[in-house]
């Protein structure tokens, strides 16, 4: 694994670390391609939960610009190299909605443009309260259009046009108001509060939790009646592991799960 993705797992909880603090951990070419690679094999692992946190003063400021402007000395002003570097941060993007596992964002400093964008794709967020949350690309005019895709499943519409439009910041508080993240701590509790999550999450029947983040992305783009028709599928095969009658029956007997 590069330098520039830190991996670490302890007791099925991954902690991958965005390890570029000189480009504020932008999503560069090297940053994207590390983490598909290790999102893929994660999603073949036996881990439980996934937390993105980040080395430096930012989580994540964004794509890398130096690297886009390069792109414009091709032949068609680099269009074909925009659309690829979209579609490959796009795929990263969907690796995380689609990982089996849920994956926690710990958020600290600037998270702008990508970086925002990131943060709204994980299944969970925790920030400190020191963390500003922007897609403020209009600001050299380029609107953030496909950050604005994962922050307009987040926050609400006036809010997040709000935000791409006039290049306006959350504060770490605003952006849990808003939705955007789940808790806004203290700086110095920031990594118990996410340890709290993904101890929580880690205790949990991993082929449950597995079920639920797949039908809990796929119902939200349906409308109700499909959404229910998915929802009752997923309840029947969740009810037809073994483990989860050891679970209920643990439950009606007032013992602790046998889980295996």
Known sequence: MSDILRWDDQGGIVRLTLNDPGTLNSLSDEMLAALSAQ?????????????????????????????????????????????????????????????????????????????????????LAIASMDAEFGVNGVDIG?????????????????????MLSMGLFLTAEEARDAGLVNRAVPPEVLDDCVDDYAGRLAKKLPTAVRVGKGIFHAQAELPVDAAYTLARDAMVENLGHADTAEGIQAFLEKRAPRWT
Do not use: Y
């Open 39 to 123: 999102l893929s094999d994660i999603a073949a692992s036996d881990a439980r939960v996934v937390v993105l946190a980040a080395e430096g003063r930012a989580f994540c400021a964004g794509h890398h610009l130096k690297q886009m402007q390069a792109m414009r000395q091709a032949e068609d002003g680099g269009r074909a190299a925009f659309a690829d570097l979209f579609d490959r941060c796009a795929a990263v993007m969907g690796q995380i909605r689609n990982l089996p596992q849920p994956v926690i964002a710990r958020v600290h400093g600037l998270a702008t443009a990508a970086g925002c964008q990131l943060v709204a794709t994980c299944d």
């Open 142 to 162: 380029l609107f953030c259009s496909t950050p604005m895709v994962a922050l307009t499943r987040n926050v609400g519409r006036k809010r997040a046009f709000e």
